[in-house]
C-alpha cells in the first residue's frame, strides 16, 4: 500500500451498482476510516453471516478491531476466516419532489481481507493508542496508560487496508425532468454526528476541568 | 411475534460477551430499529461475508430493505441466503481514568433471518411508505406518489423480525477501584446525529417553504 495512492481493483471489491459514487482513492477512504467512530464487522459464523459493530482504531495501512464480541468474533478468526469491514457516515438525507427518488448523501467504506490476532505487547499498546486517539484525539496524554495485566488481558485484531473501496453520494436530488415543475419542496437536510455537555462522573474528585479536547469535540475536518 | 413480547433464543443470537447488556424485549428492539437510520446487511457471496449499508423501514414485526447495493445482493438473496441486519445508534463516548476502560454507550440491534423479494405492486408500495416515513415522518403526504413505471423497477426485500436481540450500554465509566483517586477527568460525552439547516435545491421553483417535519427534524422520542 505504501507505494501506491489507491487500492488495488479485485472481483469482490468491485462497485457494480452506481460505480461513479466509487472510488479506491487511499487518502479519501483513510479520511472516512478516520471520521466514522464504529465499524460493522462481518464474518461467517457456523456458515451464516454475523456483523457486529465494533470499535476501532487506524495506524497506517492498518485497521486495530476491538469490542464486546471479541470472543465469538475470535473463535472465527483464529481460523483465518475473511472479514468484511465497513463503515458509513450519513450526511444528508436528499428530499426529492418524488417519493421514489429520496436518497441519502452519505460516506462509506467496505474492506476486505483476514484478521490476525495481535500477540507482543508492544503491538497491543501501538494499537490501544491508535483505538484512543481514533475515539479523543489527545486522550493517550490525559489517562492512565495500560498495565501489562491489562495488556496481557486485551484481544486485539489487525486488518491490512488493502482491498476494498469508497463510496460517496452527495448534492442534490436527482428528480425525474416532469417533476422539477411540481410545486413541492426539494433540496438536502444535512446530519452530523454532533457532541453535547460532558457529563462529568458522579465519582470525580473535585476541581478537576473538562479537558478542552472534549470541550471542543467533533468528528471530521 | 405478534402474541410475544420478547424474540426467541437460538443459538446464533445468544449474547455470549456481557450478556447483562442483551435484551429480546420487542419494543425495545423496534424503539431502535425505528430511530436508527442506516442498517448494515451482511450476507454470503462466493464464500465471503459482505457487509452493505442500506436504507430500510419498518412495518410492525417486518422489515423492508431497500439500497443502491441491491442487484448484487439480490444475485444472492434470490437463492435464500441468510442475512444478518444490524444497527447500531451511538449515544455517548465512555471516558475513563484509563485507557483501558475507554467505551462507548450505544444501542444496537442484531437480527438473522431470510430475506425475500417483494413481488406485488400493492407490497412494494407499502414498503415505500415504510421507507419514507422512516427517514421523514409524514413525507408521504408531502411529494409525488411513485407511479406503476417507478413500482415495477423497484426491487424491494423483506426480512421477518422473529430472531436476534437488542444490546445496549448505558452509564458511566467503570473504572478499577484504585484509578478512582486519579486526577484524571472521567464521564461521558454525550453523541447525537442532528439536522442543520435544509439546504434548498438550486432548481427549487419560487415560494415553496420548507416542510416543518425538515425544520424540526430529529431522530428518536
Chains 1, 2 share one sequence.
Not at 501489562?148 to 453520494?169: F, M, N, Q, Y
Amino acid at each position: 500500500m505504501s507505494d501506491s495512492s489507491n487500492l488495488q481493483a479485485t472481483q469482490r471489491s468491485t462497485i457494480r451498482r452506481i460505480p461513479k459514487r466509487g472510488s479506491r482513492e487511499i487518502e479519501l477512504i483513510y479520511s472516512i476510516l478516520d471520521e466514522a467512530l464504529v465499524a460493522h464487522v462481518g464474518f461467517i459464523s457456523n456458515n451464516q453471516p454475523v456483523v457486529i459493530p465494533m470499535a476501532y482504531g487506524r495506524e497506517g495501512d492498518r485497521l486495530y478491531l476491538h469490542g464486546s464480541p471479541v470472543s465469538r468474533l475470535l473463535k472465527t478468526l483464529e481460523r483465518g476466516v475473511d472479514v468484511c469491514f465497513t463503515v458509513t457516515i450519513l450526511d444528508a438525507l436528499v428530499v426529492a419532489r418524488s417519493l421514489f427518488h429520496h436518497s441519502m448523501n452519505y460516506r462509506s467504506v467496505v474492506l476486505f481481507g483476514k484478521a490476525t490476532l495481535l500477540d507482543s505487547e508492544g503491538e497491543k499498546m501501538k494499537a490501544l493508542k491508535a483505538f484512543t486517539e481514533h475515539m479523543i484525539p489527545g486522550r493517550w496524554q490525559d489517562a492512565r496508560i495500560p498495565s501489562d495485566r491489562e495488556l496481557k488481558g486485551t484481544t486485539v485484531l489487525s486488518l491490512p487496508i488493502d482491498e476494498g473501496s469508497a463510496k460517496v453520494r452527495t448534492g442534490q436530488p436527482q428528480d425525474d425532468p416532469q417533476d422539477y415543475s411540481l410545486p413541492i419542496w426539494a433540496g438536502e437536510l444535512p446530519l452530523k454526528l454532533t457532541a453535547g455537555v460532558p457529563i462529568p462522573d458522579t465519582q470525580l474528585i473535585p476541581e478537576i476541568e473538562i479537558p478542552q479536547n472534549l470541550v471542543n469535540y467533533h468528528r471530521g475536518a
